[in-house]
């Protein structure tokens, strides 16, 4: 069973850009069947899908975040990358990777928090 | 302000059934058979339970299925037992490769 797990900093300060890596292992994430997406949950809300891209760099994103995330996928490294930039506290929130999307995602990371404070 | 409307809560007693609903628009659940389904213990990650309205990926209990109408999806849950106290998301995809989420029912077995 495919298994994903989410790393980077904890803590971004305003205004600067947040960084996630989700490395996949017990799968290739050159796969072509899936795409690899992230998911955030701020503290006692819902989730919010951000994009996802394919393992040969195609990637799509949630339009009300478009013009701040980028997502990469490095296929020799078996991860995927989030870059989400001008970040402020509405930002905070646990980040999630999961394999697929748009219409499932199976499996989730075990989530990275990631609190916005200067 | 979520996407899909979900009730904050629900609940019922060990061995009864509880529905949770989920409603969207022509955009999203009434427009496509993707609605998912994920359960989230505290702490811990979302479990996929349903896909594409009424599918079980393996290893999950029959005890749960799911049913769509019109712009209204749902998530039954038979024989209630304690392990399935927890938040549940509904998910729908919404066209042009975006994707809706519910703002979650928290599910207490009395």
């Known amino acids: 069973q495919v298994q994903l797990q989410e790393s980077g900093p904890g803590l971004v300060k305003p205004s600067q850009t947040l960084s996630l890596t989700c490395v996949v292992s017990?799968?290739?994430?050159?796969?072509?069947?899936?795409?690899w997406s992230w998911i955030r949950q701020p503290a006692g809300r819902g989730l919010e899908w951000i994009g996802r891209i394919y393992s040969r760099g195609t990637a799509n994103y949630n339009p009300s975040l478009k013009s701040r995330v980028i997502i990469s996928v490095d296929t020799s490294k078996n991860q995927f990358s989030l870059n989400l930039s001008s970040v402020t506290a509405a930002d905070t929130a646990v980040y999630y990777c999961?394999?697929?999307?748009?219409?499932?995602?199976?499996?989730w990371g075990q989530g990275a928090l990631v609190t916005v404070s200067s | 302000q979520s996407a899909l409307t979900q009730p904050p809560s629900a609940s019922g007693s060990p061995g009864q059934s509880v529905t949770i609903s989920c409603t969207g628009t022509?955009?999203?659940?009434?427009?496509?058979?993707?609605v998912s389904w994920y359960q989230q213990h505290p702490g811990k990650a979302p479990k996929l339970m349903i896909f594409e309205v009424n599918k079980r990926p393996s290893g999950v209990p029959d005890r749960f299925s799911g049913s769509k109408s019109g712009y209204t999806a749902s998530l039954t849950v038979s024989g209630l037992q304690a392990e399935d106290e927890a938040d549940y998301y509904c998910s729908s995809y919404a066209g042009s490769d975006n994707v809706a989420f519910g703002g979650g029912t928290k599910l207490t077995v009395l």
């Open positions: 017990d799968g290739s994430i050159s796969d072509g069947t899936y795409y």
């Open positions: 022509i955009n999203d659940i009434g427009g496509y058979d993707y």
């Open positions: 999961a394999r697929g999307g748009p219409t499932r995602f199976d499996p």
